[in-house]
């Protein structure tokens, strides 16, 4: 079946640190791929997506790109802020009517 | 408003109650997901609706969790005679169609006692 595995946190970082964040996959068929993060004390937000191979996401200075050679979809960012501070999920979605499937999650914390 | 509501935002309740919880999802969205997050545990899918009919429901942890949906729109995840370890945040999400991103709630914080 679909999986998807990320790196285990916590990760902490200085202000304008580069993050990655590691996610791979495991799926049949050509699935869509999300990062979705969640602020503390708030629900799962879109912050970016690709639904297909060599496709780039972008948003807020993350990007992710898809790739299938790998089965990965990692997640990076030049210059990490304090207000990224969040847990960051990975999450696939399968053709047809399935639901996300996603990663255990990254908690990520940026020290001033 | 224009994003998915769940309503509690917070529940304490004693062991062996029932206790129901509700999502409002985005106005047109035909797909809406139950979510469980317990703590270090990720998320772990429950249920999914299509329209009012629930095609996966494979992820209900046992007979005491139901869910409904009405009129397409508003759903209900009922939990029965409430043990400690349904502790955990309860997330709803929706979406225009199954394959499309989902939008989420807040999520409902559970807690038994």
């Known amino acids: 079946g679909n999986s998807v595995t990320q790196m285990e946190g916590p990760v902490t970082l200085s202000e304008e640190a580069f993050l990655t964040i590691n996610c791979t996959y495991t799926?049949?068929?050509?699935?869509?791929l999300f990062w979705y993060v969640q602020y503390p004390g708030e629900g799962l937000q879109l912050l970016l997506k690709?639904?297909?191979?060599?496709d780039k996401g972008s948003n807020k200075g993350f990007e992710a790109t898809y790739r299938k050679e790998t089965t990965s979809f990692h997640l990076e960012k030049g210059s990490v802020q304090v207000s990224d501070s969040a847990v960051y999920f990975c999450a696939l979605d399968g053709s047809g009517n399935t639901p996300l499937v996603f990663g255990k999650g990254t908690r990520l914390s940026v020290i001033a | 408003g224009a994003g998915v509501s769940q309503s509690p935002s917070n529940k304490v309740t004693e062991k062996g109650k029932d206790v129901e919880l509700r999502c409002d999802p985005i106005s047109g969205h035909t797909a809406l997901y139950w979510y469980r997050q317990s703590l270090g545990q990720g998320l772990e899918f429950l249920i999914y609706f299509q329209g009012n009919s629930a095609p996966d429901k494979s992820g209900l942890p046992s007979d005491r969790f139901s869910a409904e949906r009405t009129g397409g729109s508003v759903s209900t995840l009922t939990i029965q005679r409430t043990q400690q370890e349904d502790s955990a945040v309860y997330l709803c999400?929706?979406?225009?169609?199954?394959?499309?991103?989902?939008?989420f709630g807040d999520g409902t914080r559970l807690s038994i006692l």
């Open positions: 799926a049949t068929g050509y699935p869509s």
């Open positions: 999400a929706s979406s225009a169609y199954s394959n499309q991103p989902q939008h």
């Open positions: 690709a639904t297909k191979a060599d």
